[in-house]
Every structure is written in C-alpha cells, then in structure tokens.
C-alpha cells in the first residue's frame, strides 16, 4: 500500500513554505514602492493602508500617498508570469466598494501586464518603468546629488540671511510689519540677496581665471 498520508504532508507543508516566501518577497516589493515614491516627491505615504466600506468591511491597500487627493497603490511581485487582468479588476473593484476612482490607483509589478489588464481605467507601472524610475530617483548619483544641492540651498540662504541681518542693516526693519506691508523689506531682501549673487559670480569668475593661468603655465613647463 501507497502511504499517502506522508506525501499528503510533505505537499502541505512545501505549499506552506512557498506562501511563506511569497509573502516575504511581497511585502519587500511594497516596502521598495514605498522608498521609491518617497523618492519621488511624493508626501504622507503610508504602507498596509484600511479602508472600511459603507457595510463595515474591510480592505487593506498595499500603499497610499497624498494628504488631500490620494493614490492608491497596489504591488505585486510575480517572479514568472505576467498580472492578469482578474488581479487589476479586482483592485478596482475595492477602490469602487469604497467610494474612490479609479483614476486614484496605480497598480505596480515587477513583471508586465497580460493585454487586457491594463484596459480597465487603472494606471499601471510594469517591470521595464519600475526600473526606469529605480535608476532616476534611487542611484547613488541621484540621491548624493540632492544631498549636496540641498545641503547647498541650506548654506547659502543661511549666509543670506545672516549678512543681511548683520551687514546690511535689515534687522531693524524686518521686525516693521508695515515694511513688510508696503514691499520695503521684500524690496531690500531681493536686491540684497541679487548683490550677493553678483559678488559671487564676479569671485568665480576670477578663481577661474587664476585656475586657468596655473594651468597654462604648468603645461608651459611641461
């Protein structure tokens, strides 16, 4: 006799530790959305969001973005087949039960879309966009390129700011509400910071030149 019992066990349990995997590997690609659309811009993003419908139930979205007029973000990671279209239908269908457009989801894979399922009124990023959006707003160049523009937007207002309090005498009248009122202190402020922006290009302009000397001489000598 065939001890089916055994087999049965083993299936069973190699069944629960692919979901087991899947689930990991899925909630791994909603956390990479999340880091990617925080990249982005976007603002008030908040992963494993509920919504409760009109008869009590239920839902859980994958992400949401937005404060006022949010988007609703499905993810689905497939390793080896394509999202069909019953996955994005049914994803419209709970934004629906609960009130919302389509036009507020976005539905986001790994992988690509079999051909009706990006026919149903939700956006849709497919594998080839995802990684598009990847190199654009997570390589390295990018987020050290921001660190350093804003690292220098916070330097320089700082510097405005403090000779504009200290050297050019516009503490006394930034605390006028009035000055502030009739465009004085806006006026001052501006030609101030314009002041400083021309002495700056006037000194790069001459570091450039003693650079450019230096250089010749050295290929002079060379």
């Not at 101030?192 to 021309?198: E, M, N």
Request: positive net charge; proline residues 1%.
């Amino acid at each position: 006799m065939w001890d089916t019992s055994s087999k049965t066990k083993k299936k069973n349990a190699t069944a629960s530790q692919r979901g087991k995997e899947s689930k990991l590997k899925g909630h791994a690609f909603e956390e990479e959305v999340v880091q990617l659309l925080r990249a982005m811009g976007h603002r008030n993003v908040v992963p494993n969001y509920r919504l409760k419908d009109s008869n009590g139930n239920l839902s859980e979205i994958d992400v949401v973005t937005g404060w006022v007029f949010k988007t609703y973000v499905e993810c689905k990671k497939y390793d080896s087949k394509s999202v069909p279209l019953e996955d994005v239908a049914k994803f419209k269908e709970v934004l629906r039960m609960n009130g919302i457009s389509s036009r507020r989801g976005l539905f986001v894979t790994n992988s690509k879309y079999s051909p009706r399922a990006t026919e149903v009124g939700i956006r849709t990023i497919d594998g080839m966009q995802l990684d598009a959006l990847r190199s654009r707003y997570l390589g390295k160049r990018t987020v050290w390129g921001r660190r350093l523009v804003g690292g220098s937007a916070l330097c320089a207002g700082t510097y405005i700011l403090a000779t504009g309090l200290q050297q050019a005498g516009l503490a006394k009248s930034s605390k006028d509400w009035d000055k502030w009122m009739s465009g004085h202190n806006s006026r001052a402020w501006q030609q101030h910071t314009t002041g400083l922006v021309k002495q700056t290009v006037v000194q790069m302009r001459i570091c450039a030149m003693h650079i450019s000397s230096h250089v010749q001489g050295w290929l002079t000598k060379k």
